[in-house]
């Protein structure tokens, strides 16, 4: 239906490794929700701070998603490799927040002072997508796929990584925010010389 490409390429790989365990592979997938953190240059953070540094924002998309620091998703990698069983998928992630909370939280990172943000109703998010499918709009974020999915909530469950890998999160999500921008900012000024 309304999956991204990128989320086709990862179910068919994940079929892939399901096929290989039945042939004995030893192997365990982890799924990691929205990723932030230090060393990010095109995931979820580097594709949300040029909207909020050259716009102002007063409003979000009305859906959520998981999120997680990069390091707890290093400990949770190396928790599946020791403790996972072959064939198994374990979710990683920290919590879940509205996109208005995300949004939030970044734009005190980037901008040292709390914004007031509304949320916008979920019939925009119907009708953005329309639009953007009759423009030839070349962005990450604005495409029609994407743009839909943030009108969606998109919360995980971490509770069998916790109970099977006993593993937990433990980076707070506006400091994981936080390393991802530090990162990002002189990376952009890198790519400006």
Request: aromatic share 10%; proline share 5%; with cysteine.
């Amino acid at each position: 239906g309304g999956a991204t490409v990128y989320a086709q390429t990862k179910y068919l790989a994940e079929q892939g490794v399901f096929a290989a365990v039945k042939q004995g592979l030893d192997a365990v997938i982890v799924n990691p929700s929205s990723v932030f953190g230090y060393g990010d240059k095109k995931g979820a953070g580097p594709s949300l701070y040029p909207v909020l540094e050259k716009y102002p924002i007063f409003v979000a998309p009305s859906g959520g998603a998981g999120v997680i620091a990069v390091q707890d998703v290093v400990t949770g990698i190396i928790a599946a490799l020791k403790k996972g069983k072959a064939g198994e998928r374990y979710i990683l992630s920290s919590e879940n927040l509205c996109y208005k909370d995300i949004f939030s939280i970044s734009l005190r990172v980037i901008k040292g002072k709390n914004v007031s943000l509304l949320t916008l109703p979920q019939i925009v998010g119907s009708l953005g997508s329309g639009i953007l499918k009759k423009l030839s709009v070349k962005s990450k974020i604005l495409n029609p796929e994407v743009f839909t999915l943030l009108f969606n909530f998109r919360y995980l469950s971490n509770a069998k990584a916790k109970q099977m890998l006993h593993w937990s999160p433990e980076v707070n999500i506006e400091q994981a925010i936080k390393e991802s921008y530090q990162f990002y900012v002189p990376d952009k000024e890198r790519g400006k010389k």
